[in-house]
């Protein structure tokens, strides 16, 4: 087996995260990615990579250097939950997952992929990351980018359950809420933090959505939040336990309140706490989801016994070491 760790999305949030840790681990790493215009580039600036490779040139680049290869992580997608374009999402998000499973198949190499919590749609099934072709035809995602996800999902377990071949190792991460250094880039799509964190500096109030739904708070709809340095060390146990496969639910396994999110960064902050409500907009309105928290007994059972930031603890790593510095890039 070659020396050389793929990270597709290397240049993205999630994807930028896990190549610093594999960079501070002495690793060889070659990144796909676009960097496109802005700063997205910062999100590497500090990591030691090998090379750099245009996604509309990774497939080549990979039958060139199949011996190379150690592990792919394939993080690259668009994901946008707002993207309406469904051909781009089959371009960009299904089909070169697919080219990459086959890919690691035939040469034999560990493949760990991002799956999403989007493909839970409105939790009405549960959150238990079932593998069955039975259990993943339960599951009715909301929206485009979380359909993607799940369609390859049931691609890998009707692979499975007809016997055919796979990746020596792999691994399916359905990520939910993901917070933490290098999402900057991604606009409406960053997390609630890093989108109130310059208001909160300066003393000014933040807005949260109010509840539509009887059950619910204004503030008090529920999400699974994650800090990104928790979901890299997933990553690295993986890495480093090659006979570990399967789909995982990678959450804290607690779900919190926006509420409780707005409330840790002003405390973070060191500022007092000033909240407002708006309405929910109309187009996502009936596409909201108020609750969602990750089942992690399946990642335990295969022996993860790593601990994951309490969401006040990972929001004042956040805060402290990163937003409110001026270089804020892990």
């Avoid at 496109?36 to 990774?58: C, H, M, R, Y």
């Avoid at 997608?77 to 707002?82: D, E, H, L, N, Q």
């Avoid at 108020?290 to 399946?298: D, G, I, L, P, V």
Wanted: hydrophobic share 40%; net charge neutral.
């Amino acid at each position: 087996m070659g020396n050389l760790i793929l990270v597709t999305g290397g240049a993205g949030f999630i994807g930028s995260n896990i190549v610093a840790a594999l960079s501070e681990r002495g690793e060889k790493i070659v990144v796909c990615d676009w960097l496109e215009q802005g700063e997205k580039w910062k999100n590497v600036a500090k990591s030691t990579i090998s090379d750099f490779i245009d996604p509309d040139e990774l497939e080549g680049w990979l039958h060139r250097n199949d011996s190379r290869l150690q592990a792919i992580i394939h993080m690259g997608a668009i994901s946008a939950t707002t993207e309406t374009d469904g051909d781009l999402i089959l371009k960009r998000n299904f089909r070169p997952t697919k080219m990459l499973w086959r890919f690691a198949t035939d040469n034999k190499i560990p493949f760990i992929y991002a799956s999403s919590a989007a493909t839970y749609g409105d939790g009405a099934a549960g959150f238990d990351d079932e593998m069955s072709e039975a259990a993943l035809e339960k599951l009715q995602p909301l929206n485009l980018y979380g359909w993607s996800k799940h369609a390859f999902d049931k691609f890998v377990a009707r692979e499975i359950s007809r016997g055919a071949t796979t990746p020596p190792q792999w691994a399916g991460l359905k990520f939910f809420n993901v917070y933490g250094p290098n999402e900057y880039h991604k606009g409406s799509m960053k997390s609630v933090i890093a989108q109130c964190y310059p208001k909160v500096a300066k003393g000014e109030a933040v807005t949260l959505f109010k509840s539509h739904h009887p059950d619910y708070k204004d503030g008090g709809q529920l999400r699974d939040f994650v800090y990104v340095k928790d979901c890299v060390d997933v990553v690295l146990w993986l890495l480093d336990n090659g006979k570990v496969s399967g789909l995982f639910n990678l959450g804290t396994g607690k779900a919190r309140s926006f509420r409780d999110l707005a409330a840790a960064v002003f405390t973070a902050a060191g500022k007092p706490e000033k909240i407002e409500f708006i309405d929910t907009p109309i187009e996502i309105r009936d596409k909201y989801q108020y609750f969602t928290e990750a089942n992690m007994q399946k990642l335990r059972s295969q022996g993860f016994g790593g601990n994951f930031h309490s969401l006040e603890d990972g929001i004042r790593d956040y805060v402290t070491n990163y937003l409110a510095k001026d270089d804020p890039y892990r």
